[in-house]
């Protein structure tokens, strides 16, 4: 029965000595696969996802703050435009670039937990059994990419700092923790969950003097985009209300914490269930140090979720609000079972996460296009509709990013404000109208009325609404319908 699974992992496992420089290349494989996944969003033609409209629409000024997310990837977005200019290369162009960084993060990460090239390997390929970074990552997520990519190298600055050595570890854990919790609130779990591990064991050197640095430097890095939330607490919290807090008490803590675990077993069960699949008979591999101190690590970051969504009485919790505390389990489980593999089995792992990446690329070119006859948010034709809005001037009040990041797209002419980011610094004295997404005759939303009167006043007075329609391109179908109103 043991030769038969094997032979359907892998009819054909590597040699040692290839199956160890396949291992040694899994970083720059991975790059080369995010890059042809940003060559490939470039030539899709239509329109952006929902955060990549975002983007489009911050990165038009830079701010301490823009609303509920904090700026690190607007900033990043925003020099990565000042040499592509704005539009698809710059966004594909940036997000490759982080999930490489993740993939050769956790590869480190896993080589420091081992000592093992096979184990870094294995854990790296991990990646692709988390649907959240599989798939929602290079779909659509931007700052959760980016919290990501940071808390994975903090991870190995983290596991460096505990052995012996000078104070760049210590340095380099507090900068890049720092930069983590200026790229995504909830990245700030994984990250109390290292400190906590560091002061109640401070390593082979330093004590934990060395650990009060690092947590000084964390907080000099996040103080001004946090002071920023803090005075425009209304703008930080405006999406609360998808937590679905609607109420406390015990029953309703319950019903979050059900939630909270439901969320996280649908993020881990592929990942489960391949390892068990694999690793079952082959035994663990003896916890190191290092392994447990990551795992004590991700265990407090869990411990601080549950206990966060108790007390708010949060009941709608997504897998991919807890990717950034979660996905270093990838390291912990390859370090306790990957040793312990033959190579068949490595190998089929291997074959399985490339078969699961290529799907990923497939469905993505097939999600992007509208196949099926879906009405794909990237397939809008905002393009055709672009110029009779321009004709109403350059100075928009959009509804909603979506539809202020895809007039951008089309023309960077274009000076776009949104209810999303109502902070936001881009320059306009005076709209010249607002347009928003809706049936034929509906009115402004009450979000976009609300903004228009806080940033421009009561004053303001708008013309009677217009219907510019378009049809979808084929294989999508459906049209899109943006409504307009001239400031009068």
Not at 135 to 163: D, G, K, S
Not at 250 to 268: E, M, N
Request: glycine fraction near 10%; aromatic fraction near 8%.
């Amino acid at each position: 029965m043991r030769a038969k699974q094997l032979s359907i992992g892998a009819p054909h496992a590597l040699s040692d000595a290839a199956l160890d420089r396949l291992c040694a290349l899994i970083p720059w494989i991975a790059a080369a696969y995010f890059l042809l996944g940003a060559a490939l969003r470039v030539a899709t033609p239509g329109g952006l996802e929902l955060d990549e409209a975002e983007m489009m629409v911050l990165t038009q000024s830079l701010d301490w703050g823009y609303g509920p997310q904090p700026p690190l990837y607007a900033w990043l977005q925003s020099a990565v435009f000042a040499l592509t200019g704005p539009g698809k290369p710059g966004l594909a162009l940036l997000k490759a670039a982080l999930l490489a960084l993740t993939v050769a993060g956790v590869w480190r990460l896993g080589l420091a937990v081992s000592g093992s090239a096979r184990v870094a390997a294995a854990a790296s390929v991990s990646l692709f059994l988390l649907p959240d970074f599989a798939w929602e990552a290079q779909r659509a997520l931007t700052h959760t990419t980016l919290a990501v990519a940071a808390l994975a190298w903090m991870l190995v600055a983290f596991l460096a700092a505990r052995r012996p050595g000078g104070w760049g570890a210590h340095l380099a854990f507090g900068a890049l923790a720092g930069l983590a919790l200026v790229s995504k609130a909830n990245a700030a779990f994984l990250v109390a969950g290292c400190f906590a591990v560091a002061f109640v064991r401070p390593g082979a050197t330093g004590g934990r003097g060395r650990v009060f640095a690092a947590a000084a430097l964390a907080v000099v890095i996040a103080a001004p985009p946090a002071l920023w939330a803090a005075a425009n607490a209304d703008a930080f919290l405006a999406d609360a209300r998808k937590f679905d807090m609607a109420g406390s008490g015990p029953s309703q803590a319950l019903r979050g914490l059900g939630a909270l675990i439901g969320a996280a077993a649908a993020h881990l069960a592929l990942l489960g269930v391949v390892w068990v699949a694999l690793g079952w008979r082959s035994g663990l591999e003896r916890e190191t140090p290092a392994t447990r101190d990551l795992a004590w690590a991700v265990a407090f970051a869990f411990a601080l979720v549950a206990f966060g969504v108790a007390i708010s009485g949060a009941a709608n919790v997504k897998g991919r609000w807890l990717h950034p505390a979660l996905f270093p389990l990838a390291a912990v489980v390859a370090a306790r079972l990957a040793p312990r593999l033959g190579r068949g089995r490595l190998t089929a792992l291997l074959a399985l996460g490339a078969a699961f990446a290529a799907a990923a690329t497939l469905g993505l070119q097939l999600n992007m296009r509208g196949v099926g006859g879906r009405a794909a948010r990237q397939a809008a034709p905002f393009a055709a509709l672009a110029p009779a809005i321009r004709d109403g001037g350059l100075a928009v009040v959009a509804g909603h990013n979506w539809v202020g990041g895809n007039l951008l797209l089309v023309d960077p002419a274009f000076v776009v404000l949104t209810p999303q980011a109502p902070r936001l610094g881009a320059p306009m004295e005076r709209p010249d109208q607002i347009v928003w997404e809706g049936r034929v005759g509906a009115g402004p939303p009450p979000a976009l009325t609300a903004f228009l009167e806080a940033r421009f006043g009561a004053d303001l007075r708008t013309g009677p609404p217009e219907a510019l329609t378009a049809p979808y391109a084929a294989p999508a179908a459906g049209e899109l319908t943006l409504m307009r109103a001239r400031i009068e």
